[in-house]
């Protein structure tokens, strides 16, 4: 029988092993009698013992933490019908509670619990929370994204900067002229040379024939 199973419930004295919870109560078994039934959750409440906190002098602590005490100190149980008793026996085992929040129905409960537990041979000890396997993975996923990572482009990102270095190249292609303008281009150049070349040839050929009429006329031979 575990710790973490063990209820108290409202209007019913003594402490319960909770064997089965349902959506409209459960079905709990008494540490004292050992007497199985349905207790209803809309007429009672139920407690777990290891929920169950008791006020001190600085904080909450939790009721095993009191019930620890107990089993570790060698005072006698006081009689749970005396007042005085029960504050003199939690001053010696536990002197931190607040008396001023903490009543004798509640030293009284107290001592009637752990007689039910010692009685049951019940340990005292919360329970160890328990980790699944998906929470498990995901605290080592935490702790990983913890650690400083260097970050690697995703492949679309690549596919982004590869373009990126594409684009310059693609506008100096739109800039540059195609083989058949240059070409055009080229040929313009060229006629302006060879009508130059034409009027070189038509004055060349003036200034032959500007000379031949210059040549002065052969002497007519005397008779």
Do not use: C
């Not at 006020?55 to 005085?84: F, W």
């Not at 003199?88 to 752990?114: A, C, I, N, Q």
């Not at 492949?155 to 590869?162: D, L, M, Q, T, V």
């Amino acid at each position: 029988m575990e710790y973490s199973k063990i209820i108290a419930i409202t209007g019913l004295p003594g402490l319960y092993e909770l064997i089965n919870s349902k959506s409209d109560g459960g079905i709990v078994r008494s540490l004292e009698d050992k007497s199985t039934r349905f207790v209803s959750s809309r007429v009672h409440q139920f407690s777990h013992l290891e929920s169950i906190e008791v006020y001190t002098e600085r904080h909450n602590e939790n009721l095993v933490t009191i019930l620890k005490a107990m089993e570790e100190s060698k005072e006698k149980l006081p009689d749970d019908k005396d007042p005085a008793a029960l504050k003199s026996y939690f001053e010696k085992v536990y002197p931190g509670l607040d008396h001023s929040r903490v009543y004798t129905s509640d030293l009284k409960k107290m001592v009637k619990w752990f007689s039910v537990l010692q009685d049951n041979k019940i340990e005292i000890k919360l329970s160890e929370p328990v980790v699944e396997e998906g929470e498990a993975e995901q605290i080592e996923t935490k702790t990983a994204e913890a650690k400083p990572v260097k970050k690697v482009p995703a492949p679309k990102e690549k596919e982004k900067e590869k373009e990126e270095e594409k684009k310059p190249a693609a506008k100096k292609a739109v800039k540059k002229e195609s083989p058949s303008k240059e070409a055009a281009a080229k040929s313009e150049k060229k006629k302006p040379a060879k009508k130059a070349a034409a009027a070189k040839n038509k004055d060349e050929k003036k200034s032959s024939a500007g000379a031949k009429s210059k040549k002065p006329a052969a002497k007519k031979k005397s008779k």
